[in-house]
């Protein structure tokens, strides 16, 4: 005899329970019992949105004070990871819903299939998960001081703290303890040899030591351009060869002024900001390079702004002796064409910032879609041992509640964090 029917032995009357032996005797029927449970979980799922609240508001404050750290952090995200998650997650909830369905009509075997379904699918949803988490390690695109990227969203190499990245070495020499750079960042004014051209020109004697042995590197990198004449190959970059990095995590920007005051007062003081870059050594291929291998580099002052002038003079002259334009139309780029610029160059300070917050609002989620899975195991195996009836099917109805609440949380963090343009 179950420990329910003995406690309706014991008071002497069963309320007028003819239905499931899992109403329990304090109700009056099973209706009472199923509207009790539901006023339960209805407050549960309250705490459960006031709880995911302060995650987004965080994330409110955060993009709207920092915007160009979204803009560019996002494009980490695989989009189609993404949708296939929020497709599986929406079929779940109909499968959920289908199975508290099965449940009131007395359909055991329905029902069973609905709750296996929807086990499947949360465990599909944890395994892509997994698979972007895993990614994501393995390139160190994560929280706080743990973000350190190798490669940019477009592809790009960037300087490391921990100057350890495949195919490259730069001259960083990362101190762990004071989190700065020892050496191995120098001044842009210092090395963009034309300030009125885009990138950086730097003019840098790169030397490449391994142990006792040492070698010159090449000059930069050639970017690979496309020859407009129709067939002609394209030009190919010489390795190993330098470049020079901008990376402002590694290489932070430095501001002049007294030393006692926040960078903010300085700003506001009048005081200038100097952006610093670093030298990268690419060479064309995958190995990694140990501690053995250091990068110097000693590069030459930028020429003083009367000589710029005197050549800018000068091809202006020449353009117009030989009948050119003095002055090139202006190309207006295309969104695409911003996007794909933006995702080259290297992470805006503080992108941090935006992994600590994905990782706190998919983390959390992800834990309740694995408590999820808990629950419609537990019901999945009360289904098979038949403990569900049209009169006793609140558990199911309740579980389905929660799922439906976990579904549409993971559809606001879809767009929000992996549709941002």
């Not at 160009?68 to 990871?81: D, G, P």
């Not at 609905?114 to 465990?123: S, V």
């Not at 960083?172 to 004071?178: F, H, L, P, T």
């Not at 009836?389 to 606001?412: E, K, N, Q, R």
């Amino acid at each position: 005899m179950s420990p329910t029917q003995q406690a309706h032995e014991a008071h002497g009357d069963d309320h007028g329970h003819h239905g499931s032996r899992f109403i329990a005797h304090h109700y009056d029927d099973a209706q009472h019992q199923f509207d009790s449970g539901k006023l339960g979980i209805w407050l549960f799922l309250a705490q459960e949105v006031l709880f995911f609240s302060a995650l987004f508001v965080a994330y409110v404050l955060y993009r709207s004070h920092h915007p160009e750290i979204y803009s560019y952090a996002h494009k980490w995200l695989q989009v189609k990871f993404g949708a296939i998650n929020t497709a599986v997650l929406i079929f779940s909830s109909l499968t959920a819903a289908w199975a508290v369905r099965a449940a009131q009509l007395a359909q055991p075997k329905r029902l069973i299939l609905c709750l296996a379904t929807t086990i499947l699918c949360a465990c599909a949803f944890l395994g892509i998960k997994y698979i972007e988490y895993s990614h994501k390690y393995h390139e160190s695109i994560l929280f706080g001081r743990y973000f350190d990227p190798c490669v940019s969203p477009g592809g790009v190499d960037l300087l490391t703290k921990k100057n350890e990245c495949k195919g490259v070495k730069s001259t960083i020499d990362w101190d762990a303890k004071a989190e700065k750079a020892k050496s191995g960042c120098f001044n842009v004014d210092k090395i963009d040899q034309d300030p009125h051209e885009p990138g950086l020109q730097a003019d840098c004697t790169v030397i490449e030591s391994v142990g006792a042995t040492k070698r010159t590197i090449g000059d930069k990198c050639a970017e690979e351009t496309i020859d407009e004449t129709e067939g002609s190959p394209p030009i190919a970059k010489k390795f190993p060869c330098w470049r020079p990095a901008y990376q402002p995590a590694v290489c932070p920007d430095l501001v002049d002024g007294p030393g006692d005051q926040t960078e903010g007062t300085r700003r506001e003081m009048g005081y200038a900001s100097h952006h610093q870059v670093g030298v990268m050594v690419e060479y064309g291929d995958e190995e990694e390079r140990g501690d053995d291998v250091k990068i110097a580099a000693t590069c030459t002052d930028a020429p003083k702004p009367a000589a710029v002038a005197a050549a800018a003079a000068h091809d202006a002259d020449k353009a117009k002796v030989l009948g050119q334009k003095a002055i090139a139309p202006i190309h207006h780029m295309t969104t695409h064409e911003e996007h794909e610029l933006e995702s080259m160059g290297p992470p805006p300070e503080h992108t941090s910032m935006f992994f600590t917050i994905y990782f706190a609002m998919t983390g959390l989620h992800g834990i309740h879609v694995l408590f999820g899975i808990g629950v419609f195991t537990w019901l999945l195996i009360r289904a098979l041992k038949g403990h569900f009836t049209p009169d006793y099917f609140g558990p199911v109805d309740y579980a389905a509640l929660y799922w439906h609440i976990v579904d549409l949380i993971w559809i606001f963090l879809f767009p929000l964090l992996y549709l941002i343009h």
